[in-house]
Nanobody, 120 residues
Framework: QVQLVESGGGSVQAGGSLRLSCAASGYTSRFNCMGWFRQAPGKEREGVAAIYTTGGAIYYAGSVKGRFTISLDNTENTVYLQMNSLKPEDTAMYYC?????????????WGQGTQVTVSS
């Protein structure tokens, strides 16, 4: 049974930082890609960042490039999202996702989400 459990969300002022964590358990060795998505109220879910579990390619949405950093600790089966210079428009529920296929092929597992709120 695969589980993804996010943590690290919270409320910060604009310009602040947060670090999200996503701990994976179960058949994690089968994952090819892990990433973060977010969904703000009234908006569609959007991809934020993704990373191949074998190392190598990393992807970022244009709106977060240069401010967010995704990283992976394979020994701990944990993916992180370091978020710096946060803006009010970053406010959303953030979800961790894992894919068996290439990044962008469609997430196979999702976490329950962690709320990030950025005030101006």
């Amino acid at each position: 049974q695969v589980q993804l459990v996010e943590s690290g969300g919270g409320s910060v002022q604009a310009g602040g930082s947060l670090r999200l964590s996503c701990a994976a358990s179960g058949y994690t060795s089968r994952f090819n890609c892990m990433g973060w998505f977010r969904q703000a109220p009234g908006k569609e879910r959007e991809g934020v960042a993704a990373i191949y579990t074998t190392g190598g390619a990393i992807y970022y949405a244009g709106s977060v490039k240069g401010r967010f950093t995704i990283s992976l600790d394979n020994t701990e089966n944990t993916v992180y999202l370091q978020m710096n210079s946060l803006k009010p428009e970053d406010t959303a529920m953030y979800y961790c996702a894992a894919e068996f296929g290439p990044c962008g092929s469609g997430s196979d597992y999702w976490g329950q989400g962690t709320q990030v709120t950025v005030s101006s």
